[in-house]
Nanobody, 115 residues
Framework: QVQLVESGGGLVQPGGSLRLSCAAS????????MGWYRQAPGKQRELVAT???????NYADSVKGRFTISRDNAKNTVDLQMNSLKSEDTAVYYC?????????WGQGTQVTVSS
């Protein structure tokens, strides 16, 4: 059984920074893709950033230059460093991994950007 545990969400002022972390556990080897998605109230879940096992990254246009994704393949972890946060970044952030033919999601962590 695969489990994803997220941490690092919270309340931050506009312009501030947060770092999200996600750890995958279970009988998994060579995760294909690891990434982060988010869902704001009343909106669909959207891609924030992903990274392939080879290190190829993909970012939403709205976060390019502000967010940085990183992963540790040996530890099965993926982090999201979020800088210059804006109110429109407020959402529940979900960790997502692609392993074999399966997709796994974390439980979500709330990020609120407000003064």
């Amino acid at each position: 059984q695969v489990q994803l545990v997220e941490s690092g969400g919270g309340l931050v002022q506009p312009g501030g920074s947060l770092r999200l972390s996600c750890a995958a556990s279970g009988s998994i080897f060579s995760i294909n893709s690891m990434g982060w998605y988010r869902q704001a109230p009343g909106k669909q879940r959207e891609l924030v950033a992903t990274m392939s096992i080879g290190g190829t990254t993909n970012y939403a246009d709205s976060v390019k230059g502000r967010f940085t994704i990183s992963r540790d393949n040996a530890k099965n972890t993926v982090d999201l460093q979020m800088n210059s946060l804006k109110s429109e970044d407020t959402a529940v952030y979900y960790c997502r991994i692609s392993y074999d033919i399966y997709i796994y999601w974390g439980q979500g962590t709330q990020v609120t950007v407000s003064s």
